[in-house]
T-cell receptor, first 112, second 114 residues
Framework: GDSVTQMEGPVTLSEEAFLTINCTYT??????LFWYVQYPGEGLQLLLK???ADDKGSNKGFEATYRKETTSFHLEKGSVQVSDSAVYFC???????????WGAGTKLIIKP | GAVVSQHPSWVICKSGTSVKIECRSL??????MFWYRQFPKQSLMLMAT?????????EQGVEKDKFLINHASLTLSTLTVTSAHPEDSSFYIC??????????FGSGTRLTVV
């Protein structure tokens, strides 16, 4: 079945470090791919998305490129800040019933 | 942008009582609303999908008589946890979908049953 696999956390980095959170997917069709972020005590917010192969989503310094050949959508940021500490979820949607299929989430901890 | 308001943000109730959680799309009409449950340090678990005016579609393993979902209008869906027990304590999140804005999530409700 369709699924999303994320790297396990927590990921702990120092401020200004480079961030990569891996996300790979399995899907029978051509999904749209999303990254959501959940800050402590808050709900989910859409961080970025890509709807077709080779699209790059970007927002707040974060980027992710839809790689069909490797079925991946890795999240990257060149220089993280303490305020980026949150849980990040990768998700896909095939559109047939509008359900999102979620990865397990990766907790990111940024130390000053 | 699209905003979904979810209330209450947290609630404590006694075992055996019922709790209602509201999810409103403030500036758009949501064709579909979703209810999720999130366990500590885990991902979101989809509980049910509801379309306005029709019965909710529950995921396998979710008790429809315990988690009552009403989607009476294009801007309001409610989740009622009936006869709550401590194992129902969790973080519940709603999401509303529109063709224009995609998915928008509420800020979640922390339910604690004592």
């Amino acid at each position: 079945g369709d699924s999303v696999t994320q790297m396990e956390g927590p990921v702990t980095l120092s401020e200004e470090a480079f961030l990569t959170i891996n996300c790979t997917y399995t899907a029978t069709g051509y999904p749209s791919l999303f990254w959501y972020v959940q800050y402590p005590g808050e709900g989910l917010q859409l961080l970025l998305k890509a709807t077709k192969a080779d699209d790059k989503g970007s927002n707040k310094g974060f980027e992710a490129t839809y790689r069909k050949e490797t079925t991946s959508f890795h999240l990257e940021k060149g220089s993280v800040q303490v305020s980026d500490s949150a849980v990040y979820f990768c998700a896909l949607n095939l559109g047939s019933n509008y359900q999102l299929i979620w990865g397990a989430g990766t907790k990111l901890i940024i130390k000053p | 942008g699209a905003v979904v308001s979810q209330h209450p943000s947290w609630v404590i109730c006694k075992s055996g009582t019922s709790v209602k959680i509201e999810c409103r799309s403030l500036d758009f009409q949501a064709t579909t609303m979703f209810w999720y449950r999130q366990f500590p340090k885990q991902s979101l678990m989809l509980m049910a999908t509801s379309n306005e005016g029709s019965k909710a579609t529950y995921e396998q393993g979710v008790e429809k008589d315990k988690f009552l979902i009403n989607h009476a209008s294009l801007t309001l869906s409610t989740l009622t946890v009936t006869s709550a027990h401590p194992e129902d304590s969790s973080f519940y999140i709603c999401s509303a979908r529109s063709d224009l804005d995609g998915y928008t999530f509420g800020s979640g409700t922390r339910l604690t049953v004592v």
